[in-house]
């Protein structure tokens, strides 16, 4: 955007994992390769399962523009009756899975852009940690508004998370990135008040996310302190202790539900 980078750091969790892989891999491209694992699974389970009634197998292009609502189930959807009674960890597993291609595309598009831009400020550490957070709490928020008979899916939630994050770096500091950001983030508003009117759109889970992002911002130290040794070593825990539980959520429930159906 033009803006000074001076506060823009790089670390944490896209480093560690870098290290496995032949190619610079950030937090960002992290979550988004997982969406991307999810979704395939999804897609092949849409056209493996046992066609509802009269209906016909979904051909591969149906699968990719619509799995079925069994495949997100068993992959970890946020469902109103399970999400509050015995599996609440599917408010976090929900963070990884999408409902259809045009979904995941729209949102891989949103979180390269924003999701390395918080990713910039707060490095890859904490961005991860908050990302993660602002999701659940966004799918809690929809959870409640919405009530039992409700089945929800996506990251967007925690991509609006971190736009409210974004937010109070943005008004909450006075260099030349933050006063930049102003504008992006008044930008990315005008486009969310107008994408709520299309079907479908969970605006609570978007609402809840940006609330709670901006609530973790207002709380944390400002990213234009660079924290101690100490304090980056447990943000690196945070992360990859959240990262160990939404890898066992999402092998658990899926091998769970394999089991039961």
Partial sequence: CGASTTHIRSGGLGRRVSRLIPFEMTATMVLISSWFVMFILGTILTLTLEPRGAAESPSPLQAIMNLDSRALLMTGANEGHLSSGPEPWRLLTAIFLHGGIIHIGFNTMAMVWIGQLVEGIYGSSRMFVLFILTGVAG???????????????????????????????????????????????????????????????????????????????????????????????????????????????????FVRWAILT
């Fill in 139 to 253: 799918n809690a928020v929809s959870l409640w508004w919405h009530g039992l008979r409700w089945l929800q899916v996506g990251a967007s939630g925690a991509i609006f998370g971190l736009v409210g994050v974004m937010a109070v770096y943005a008004y909450a500091n006075s260099d030349r990135l933050a006063q930049a950001l102003r504008g992006l983030v008044v930008r990315i508003v005008m486009w969310a008040v107008l994408l709520s009117f299309i079907p479908g759109i969970d605006n609570v889970a978007h609402f809840g996310g940006m609330a709670s992002g901006a609530a973790l911002a207002w709380i944390l130290p400002s990213p234009a302190v660079t924290p101690g040794p100490a304090a980056e070593r447990l943000w690196r825990i945070a992360a990859w202790v959240l990262a160990a539980l939404c890898a066992a959520a999402l092998g658990f429930t």
